[in-house]
């Protein structure tokens, strides 16, 4: 265990897990954009909006995010010629992988919300974009949220995949170590913990504000 006391394998660790969380905020932002934009095309009226939002999320859903990333980073370059580094890579494939499950989840809260209060806003003079984002998203949020805590927590873990593709994130940080120090029983060990701690501390968080945004919403006792 004296392996952890070492200025440099904690530094590299700290290292790891800023990347991790980067990786995972911006999978997280970003699929929520792909996702909404996603579920409203899923929603239109316009076939062909229709049609290319299923492709995405049947494709993206359909398909193991390892796969997602290795064409990505190593087949995509050779058809367009353009390679980008590998976090920028891995930051676009967690994003595009996150936003085909935040679609589904976002179109279901949104259906979730009343039907009459669609009709009530619309007959009040709304236009369908007030609708949206003044009477539906507000309520679909709420009920999103614990989904999408979830999925905060799954793409936690799934940014160790990056790791695939040479982004040095916490796992291939560890492995990194384990190969310098031949302790694999410790560095593993902490990283674990450091993903088990990461999860925690992310669920807690989002219990928090779940219970703040339905706050409104119980019936005073």
Do not use: C, H
Request: proline share 4%; glycine share 6%; hydrophobic share 55%.
């Amino acid at each position: 265990m004296d392996v952890l006391l070492n200025p440099d394998v904690l530094n590299s660790l700290w290292l790891g897990t800023r990347i991790t969380l980067a990786l995972t905020v911006l999978a997280s932002v970003g699929g929520l954009v792909l996702g909404l934009l996603a579920a409203i095309a899923k929603s239109s009226r316009i076939t062909v909006l229709r049609l290319l939002a299923i492709i995405y999320i049947e494709v993206f859903r359909g398909t193991p995010l390892l796969v997602q990333l290795f064409f990505l980073y190593f087949a995509l370059p050779q058809l367009t010629g353009v390679t980008l580094p590998a976090f920028t890579t891995a930051a676009i494939g967690l994003s595009l992988f996150a936003g085909a499950y935040t679609a589904e989840i976002v179109r279901g809260s949104l259906n979730a919300v009343a039907a009459g209060q669609r009709e009530a806003a619309t007959a009040l003079g709304l236009k369908p974009l007030q609708v949206l984002t003044e009477v539906q998203l507000p309520q679909a949020t709420r009920i999103a949220l614990p989904a999408l805590g979830n999925q905060f927590i799954g793409l936690l873990k799934d940014s160790s995949l990056a790791s695939v593709i040479t982004v040095t994130e916490l796992l291939l940080s560890t492995r990194g170590l384990v190969a310098a120090t031949f302790q694999p029983v410790a560095l593993y060990a902490a990283t674990g913990l450091i993903y088990f701690l990461l999860s925690n501390v992310a669920s807690r968080l989002f219990a928090v504000l779940e219970y703040r945004l339905n706050r409104p919403y119980r019936s005073v006792s």
